[in-house]
């Protein structure tokens, strides 16, 4: 199975840029898919293709990467940025999820 | 509008089945795949696996030998099984749509399996 690592916690402060990473164990074309997940809620679809931003998602999310390498941008990180972001491959079966990397805010 | 939505029970006994099952409306079982994916308790999401739109299905290796997935597409409903449960199963199970990333999800149900 495709192994998805990511980053690990951050913590940046409001108006800042981040950049969360994730690394397949194999390629996955530009089939990376990245969420945002908040307490007590369901996923939240970012970004899909590696690069294209979800309809009705701020334009301050942004995705790069091909092949093994991606990454999230946001820019600026606003307060309610605080929450739970996993990558996701849909290239390789089964499909896959990264761990998380867990966004606070300082 | 598109929706899911996800029932079972909320607790099972360890070694017994659990069986849950997804309603959809607003799109075609015929036209997009379904899966699950589950979430044990401040833990990260893991992909359980899909019914394709053809009614194929892939499943996660480590899940392989005791889930199963099926559907009744006159019913819009998609159904998860998996068997010799364990404690370490208890999870809010969700079910998603496929699509370009998985864009329409479930509430989730949250299945406690008891010892």
């Known amino acids: 199975d495709t192994v998805l690592t990511q980053s690990p916690a951050l913590a940046v402060s409001p108006g800042e840029r981040v950049t969360i990473s994730c690394r397949a164990s194999e390629s996955v074309s530009t089939r990376m898919h990245w969420y945002q997940q908040k307490p007590g809620q369901q996923p939240k679809l970012l970004i899909y293709g590696a690069s294209n931003l979800e309809s009705g998602v701020p334009a301050r999310f942004s995705g790069s990467g091909s092949g093994t390498d991606f990454t999230l941008t946001i820019d600026p990180v606003e307060a309610n940025d605080t929450a739970t972001y996993f990558c996701q491959q849909s290239w390789n079966d089964p499909h896959t999820f990264g761990a998380g990397t867990k966004l606070e805010l300082k | 509008q598109v929706q899911l939505k996800e029932s079972g029970p909320v607790l099972v006994q360890a070694s017994e089945t659990l069986s849950l099952t997804c309603t959809v409306s607003g799109f075609s079982l015929t036209n997009y795949g379904v899966i699950w994916v589950r979430q044990p308790p401040g833990k990260g999401l893991e992909w359980m696996g899909i019914i394709w739109r053809n009614g194929n299905t892939d499943y996660n290796s480590a899940l392989k030998s005791r889930l199963s997935i099926n559907r009744d597409t006159s019913k819009s409903q998609v159904f998860l099984k998996m068997n010799s449960l364990q404690t370490d199963d208890t999870a809010i199970y969700y079910c998603?749509?496929?699509?370009?990333?998985?864009?329409?999800w479930g509430q989730g149900v949250m299945v406690t399996v008891s010892s």
């Open positions: 998603t749509r496929d699509g370009y990333g998985y864009n329409y």
